[in-house]
């Protein structure tokens, strides 16, 4: 319960404009390293892989490094919850076009039904329970909370996805102008 107020007081704050973001350069690079080795050992447990592809010389975003590890640390946790032994999932990043870095996190899950996708960034939203990886251990504030600070940083979320195929989540972010 207490988890789900600061989640809601965080939301609240992210949507009036008044959140506290604390803007740096940040290596994407080494966010997401820091991500894939959090998850090492549920991912080893779960039998998933964790790949991380960002080239070395990836350009620094000017962002709230911290805000960006609490977004991509829910998409590799939900990723988790529906990738099956055997499984993998991506972290990937790389220049799109000279004014922005897409992200993007990729497993082979159980995907997300069509039907689903639009509504899986909305508060309160959870998927339905009986897909593969099944229980839902949130209250569907998640995905919300990681849209609102993509929209923060002046970026977008989206999902790529099939039933039986797997997910992928694209962050797209803008980068400093040269």
Known sequence: MHRMVLD?????????????????????RALLNAVAEKFMPQSQRAGVNIEVAAA??????????DRLAQVFTNLVDNALKFTPN???????AAVDDPA?????VTDTGSGIPE???A????RFYQSDPS???G?????GLGLAIAHEIIAAHGGRISVRSRAGEGTTMDVLLPLAPK
């Open 8 to 28: 809601l007081l965080d939301l609240a704050k992210l949507d009036a404009g008044t959140a506290d973001l604390n803007m740096m350069p940040v290596s994407v």
């Open 56 to 65: 070395d010389d990836l350009p620094p975003l000017i962002a709230d490094g």
């Open 86 to 92: 055997g499984g993998v999932i991506s972290l990937n």
């Open 100 to 104: 922005q870095m897409r992200i993007s």
């Open 115 to 117: 039907e689903e996708q």
């Open 119 to 122: 509504r899986i960034f909305q």
């Open 131 to 133: 897909r593969q990886g």
């Open 135 to 139: 229980a839902s251990h949130g209250a």
